[in-house]
């Protein structure tokens, strides 16, 4: 497994702005996603992301709006743009360490769009 | 159709019960099935990977039926501590893509 922390846990942010969560990992993984998890459903992924190339988004999920970082095998970030009452969600980082497929989440981040 | 589908629950059962679900998956090319545990408010963990022959870890028993592409989970002698919502979760061949039910919630009471 990985242990895995997110950054922010919680954040309360106006509608039009911008949020940016870091998602940092203890070991070194090829294999990073995004997910989100809308209140009351199952979680979602918005985007695949591996070191050293773009990003891959899932359908109904654009760079514009999420776009992803990937600088090196332990860190990434995703940003939420122009923020709207509709993406209050919580947004969760996960790693898949091993060649299992077994992936392991970050506690993540609770965002509220007022 | 959903990819992955569950029964929702809330199954609600006395300690030391057993208590069994199911989750049905749409695409027969899928190769890795998972049962996930999730909290309320956490992040959801790895309970157990589901193998071909089934899989047993302590009290819980997993089983995987290709044929009628469904995934069961069995708990036996229930705990409160078992109280959760569980997700079934399938990847593809040769794709790290997971796909999460929506959830089955289980309440174990006194």
């Known amino acids: 497994s990985a242990v895995i922390s997110q950054k922010p846990s919680r954040d309360i942010c106006q509608r039009g702005t911008s949020l940016t969560i870091q998602c940092q990992v203890d070991?070194?993984?090829?294999?990073m996603f995004w997910y989100r998890q809308q209140p009351g459903q199952s979680l979602t992924l918005i985007a695949t992301a591996n070191q050293g190339s773009e990003a891959t988004y899932e359908s109904g999920f654009v760079i514009d709006k999420f776009p992803i970082s990937r600088p090196n095998l332990t860190f990434s970030t995703l940003t939420v743009s122009n923020l709207s009452p509709e993406d209050s969600s919580i947004y969760l980082c996960?790693?898949?360490?091993?060649?299992?497929?077994?992936?392991?989440f970050g506690p993540g981040t609770r965002l509220t769009v007022t | 159709r959903k990819e992955v589908e569950q029964d929702p629950g809330p199954f609600n059962v006395p300690e030391g019960a057993t208590v069994a679900f199911n989750c049905t998956y749409s695409n027969s090319a899928s190769q890795s099935f998972f049962w996930y545990r999730q909290d309320c408010r956490k992040e959801p963990k790895l309970l157990m990977s589901v193998y071909s022959s089934g899989n047993e870890d302590g009290r819980f028993t997993a089983q995987l039926n290709r044929a009628s592409q469904y995934i069961s989970l069995l708990i036996r002698d229930s705990k409160l501590s078992d109280s959760a919502t569980y997700l079934c979760?399938?990847?593809?061949?040769?794709?790290?893509?997971?796909?999460f039910g929506a959830g089955t919630t289980v309440t174990v009471r006194a």
């Open positions: 979760v399938v990847s593809q061949t040769n794709d790290y893509k997971l796909s």
């Open positions: 070991s070194q993984v090829t294999m």
């Open positions: 996960s790693v898949d360490p091993g060649s299992s497929y077994e992936q392991y």
